[in-house]
Structure formats: C-alpha cells, structure tokens
C-alpha cells in the first residue's frame, strides 16, 4: 500500500488554527488524494461542541475552509505535475466560502471532507465541498481559493511574507 501525502505535510511555517502542522492547539487537519478528490478525515472532540455532542458550524467552515486551501496548493502543483515540496511553492488564502449546513452534525463520529475542482482560472480555484458524518452529508460549500503567494515571486503579489 502507498503511504498517503498529506498537504498540510508540506507547508513550513504553517500555524493557522485548522490545518497548521505547527499549531499545537490547533485542529491538525490531514487532506490526501483519493482519485480526483481531496479528502479528510478528522475526528471531532466534545471540546468543540456548539450544542452538546453537536459540532460548532464555526468549526465546521474551519474544516472546510482550511481543506480546500490545501487542496487548491495541491490541484495547483499537480496541474504543474510535481511534487509538492518542489518549487516555486504556492500558498492560498480564502476569496469566497459559502456553507449551507443541511442537518446536525455529531461530535461522535469520524468527519470526512470531500473536495472537488470545479474551475481553475489563474490564480482562482472555485472548489465544491461536502461534510459527512456516518456517510450523511451534514453540509456542503463552495469554496473560492485565490493564490496569495508564489515563492518564484519578490513583488506585491505575496501578500503575506
């Protein structure tokens, strides 16, 4: 069997609150490929309750928020075909997120996002996401990634460096 790459794996420096591998306290997301989809499971905890054993709406856009800026770095470097730790390197920040919450979600069960490129223009990924638990879709998003930063680039376009 082939050891997954997870996204968030390659992006040092990386301390957002969802999908940083270097915030301790954070969420800790792991998004891989499967086929043409970006997936991620993850596994909630009471702490993160919004109702008890019903999971936060805030953490649940975090999740998908932080999933699909990791999926567009990956889309971007496999358009490219190469690897992620391969440069220039790519960064992207949120242009749009649109979450529709369709039923409660449990703090009990396994997560899992499903993500799926829908456009890709320049530096625009347009991005449609589903939430699940126990094979129920409990939310569903679009999700605009704008490229913020490309490391082949010392100009204004990196707008965070």
């Not at 969420?27 to 086929?35: A, D, P, R, T």
């Not at 749009?96 to 625009?124: F, N, S």
């Amino acid at each position: 069997m082939t050891e997954k790459k997870y996204f968030q794996d390659h992006m040092p420096g990386n301390v957002c609150f969802g999908c940083g591998a270097e915030h301790p306290e954070g969420l800790q997301i792991k998004s891989f490929w499967e086929g043409s989809a970006a997936i991620c499971h993850w596994q909630p905890e009471e702490k993160y309750r919004g109702w008890p054993r019903l999971l936060n709406g805030g953490v649940m856009a975090t999740l998908i928020d932080c999933h699909c800026m990791g999926t567009a770095m990956a889309y971007a470097y496999q358009q490219e075909d190469r690897d992620f730790d391969s440069t220039p390197f790519y960064r992207y920040a949120t242009g749009g997120l649109k979450v529709k919450y369709l039923k409660p979600t449990p703090t009990k069960d396994m997560i899992t996002l499903r993500a799926q490129v829908i456009e890709h223009h320049q530096r625009k990924i347009i991005m449609s996401c589903t939430l699940e638990s126990s094979g129920i879709i409990t939310a569903e998003a679009e999700v605009i990634a704008i490229q913020v930063y490309d490391s082949s680039k010392n100009n204004e376009t990196n707008q965070f460096e």
